[in-house]
């Protein structure tokens, strides 16, 4: 009597520029890796976010000691969060879990997401509750997903980014977004399943610096907020009462004192408001072009890629 194949156990680590940091990541995870081989056929898949040193390089060395390691490389930078969803769309496993390779996100806690998960759930995350970063970042970010969780249209996951472990069916339910800007966070808490959390501060990077700095972090943050909230497309509605009241005032108030600074405010505030009314709409007509669209948010370099196999051709 033949015994049941292992699952297949994808660790997927997105990688841009990390030259330094790939030797020092295989440190840590190794012995995660072969502590989880007793349970799991575990592969090792690099989403190279076209890495212009010689991170490559690294990732060929890191094969030479783990064969069941893979790279999928993307054909330019696309950014983290569409070279994450072009690794789901072309990683094949039974079960998901997501990393950075700076470790700041510890490789240590995997064990823990696979406990949660043969507790029964299907996605395991870490819980941010601290990180090494200056008092006012920190301030910002926990301002902004509190309020990006108050207006948004489906649920938030507070604290949570990308470092889980869910299973097929959840990695399924979030490549059936098809977003031209993929905001991953957002996908795991609209799809459901049961969800663990568990609580970690995020340490320093390993090595080399990081490529994500202010101006990304406000982009990312108002991509986010547009992916997961109609907010800005209904506020006009939302305020049409009290600019109809208040150029209403403004107009009477222009007539019988006879102000010229009265109906100067009356038509700052008109033209203000046709104006935000105007962006908000182009904003999201933009987006929901270009979802229309329907064109993949990244492309694979396959002479530099070595993709890991389908279950299906193991069979």
């Not at 994808?10 to 840590?28: G, T």
């Not at 190279?48 to 060395?61: V, Y």
């Not at 889980?164 to 996908?187: G, M, N, Y």
């Amino acid at each position: 009597m033949t015994s049941a194949p292992r699952l297949v156990l994808a660790i997927v680590c997105p990688v841009y520029n990390e030259e330094l940091v790939v030797p020092l990541f295989f440190e840590r995870i190794l012995p995660v890796m072969e502590r989880l081989t007793e349970r799991f056929e575990v592969r090792l898949v690099f989403l190279n976010n076209a890495s212009t040193d010689r991170t490559l390089e690294r990732i060929e060395a890191v094969r030479i000691k783990w064969p069941a390691t893979f790279v999928i490389s993307m054909s330019r930078n696309v950014g983290y969060q569409a070279s994450v969803e072009c690794g789901l769309r072309n990683i094949d496993a039974d079960l998901f879990v997501i990393i950075d390779a700076d470790c700041e996100d510890p490789p240590e806690m995997i064990p823990q997401f696979v406990e949660k998960h043969e507790q029964g759930f299907d996605i395991a995350y870490g819980e941010r509750v601290d990180r090494p970063e200056p008092p006012l970042i920190k301030s910002g970010r926990k301002f902004f997903y509190r309020l990006l969780q108050r207006v948004a249209d489906e649920e938030i996951i507070l604290d949570m980014a990308e470092f889980s472990l869910f299973t097929r069916e959840v990695r399924d339910a979030i490549v059936d977004d098809r977003s031209s800007f993929p905001f991953l966070r957002a996908s795991i808490g609209r799809v459901g399943f049961r969800r663990a959390a568990i609580p970690f501060s995020r340490q320093r990077r390993i090595a080399g610096t990081t490529h994500y700095n202010l101006m990304g972090m406000s982009i990312f943050a108002v991509a986010g907020l547009l992916s997961a909230s109609t907010l800005l497309l209904r506020l006009p509605i939302y305020i049409l009462p009290f600019w109809i009241l208040t150029l209403c005032v403004l107009g009477v108030w222009s007539v019988k004192a006879h102000s010229v600074w009265a109906g100067l405010a009356a038509l700052i505030v008109f033209a203000t408001y046709i104006g935000a009314s105007v962006a908000f709409t182009a904003l999201y007509v933009a987006r929901a072009y270009k979802n229309g669209l329907q064109r993949p948010n990244a492309v694979i370099d396959r002479k530099r890629s070595n993709l890991p196999p389908r279950l299906s051709d193991e069979l």
